[in-house]
């Protein structure tokens, strides 16, 4: 493990501790759901990462991840091959595929965000807020008009000139299709992570992973958010939804709540953090986990909807 992810490291372990739930009675309640397929098993894809991050799924089913500390994305296709897709990407972490194909990356070497296209050609949306440096773009989703919500928590590199963030407080953004200039749209979060949106547009999930609480919010005509409401008290690394409007938060393994908020599963991972998470395949069925070094799958019976 190198010096990169220490400090990220050393806080989502003090977390791991103190959100640690029973697991049997997780396994119960979760197996009476039937969410993942009959028989199958967390499979370990690859263990050769040094951090893993930022899964994302493209129209094929393809999966595109991180590893961020060595500044690559992979590529996990449809027929379980694993490759480089390229390599010196901004120190990426979160990923989100737009509607033409090309990633939307938080790239964490400048604190931008990028757009790179299948040809691997970058070109930068956003570099900062009213000229001030972000703390990190570190997870991110995209409407339906192409507009990009993403969350700026501060996470101190080791490659950074910097030790302390140019902005106050860690907060929640909305960059407009088109636009050069992101717009706040929560500024009352302690360290907010993981995010995603519901297909309909209507609802954005932001899981404040500093206050261990993962909160909702109606998504208005103009892009703002309202009516924030605590969903459940457990923060997340990354997020993502499946078609029956289940939430899948990260940390310790792969905890599930359903729309209202009640827990209804976990998935162990054999790691000491789950990072991200994400649904691909060409069914849309694979649950795609990004864990420490390692990145696993295993089979569900819903689709994701990402």
């Not at 697991?23 to 979760?30: L, V």
């Not at 070497?109 to 972000?134: A, M, Q």
């Not at 919500?149 to 907060?171: H, V």
Request: with cysteine; net charge positive.
């Amino acid at each position: 493990m190198t010096k990169i992810a220490t400090r990220k490291i050393i806080f989502i372990l003090f977390l791991f501790i103190v959100t640690n739930l029973d697991a049997q009675d997780d396994k119960q309640i979760f197996d009476s759901l039937k969410l993942v397929m009959p028989g199958a098993n967390l499979v370990k894809v690859s263990g050769q990462f040094t951090f893993t991050e930022g899964p994302a799924v493209n129209k094929t089913g393809n999966i595109y991840f991180t590893d961020q500390p060595n500044d690559k994305i992979w590529k996990y296709d449809v027929n379980g091959k694993l490759s480089l897709f390229m390599d010196k990407t901004g120190r990426s972490n979160g990923l989100y595929f737009d509607s033409k194909g090309n990633i939307i990356a938080c790239a964490d070497n400048k604190d931008e965000l990028w757009s790179i296209s299948p040809e691997r050609k970058v070109t930068v949306l956003l570099k900062n807020f009213e000229g001030h440096r972000f703390n990190g773009p570190n997870d991110l989703w995209i409407d339906r008009k192409g507009g990009i919500y993403f969350t700026d928590p501060y996470y101190q590199r080791e490659y950074w000139n910097r030790t302390k963030p140019d902005i106050e407080g860690q907060k929640v953004y909305y960059l407009a299709k088109g636009k050069k200039e992101a717009t706040v749209v929560d500024d009352q979060l302690k360290q907010p992570n993981g995010i995603v949106g519901s297909p309909d547009g209507k609802t954005l999930y932001v899981a404040d992973i500093g206050a261990g609480k993962t909160y909702k919010y109606n998504i208005n005509k103009d892009a703002s958010l309202s009516n924030r409401q605590l969903l459940f008290s457990q923060g997340s690394d990354g997020m993502t939804l499946d078609s029956q409007g289940n939430i899948y938060i990260t940390g310790n393994g792969v905890s599930i709540y359903n729309r209202d908020g009640i827990k209804i599963g976990h998935i162990p991972v054999p790691a000491g953090w789950t990072a991200n998470v994400c649904f691909g395949g060409k069914d849309r069925k694979t649950l795609f986990v990004t864990a420490m070094e390692s990145i696993y799958t295993i089979k569900m019976n819903v689709k994701g909807v990402e």
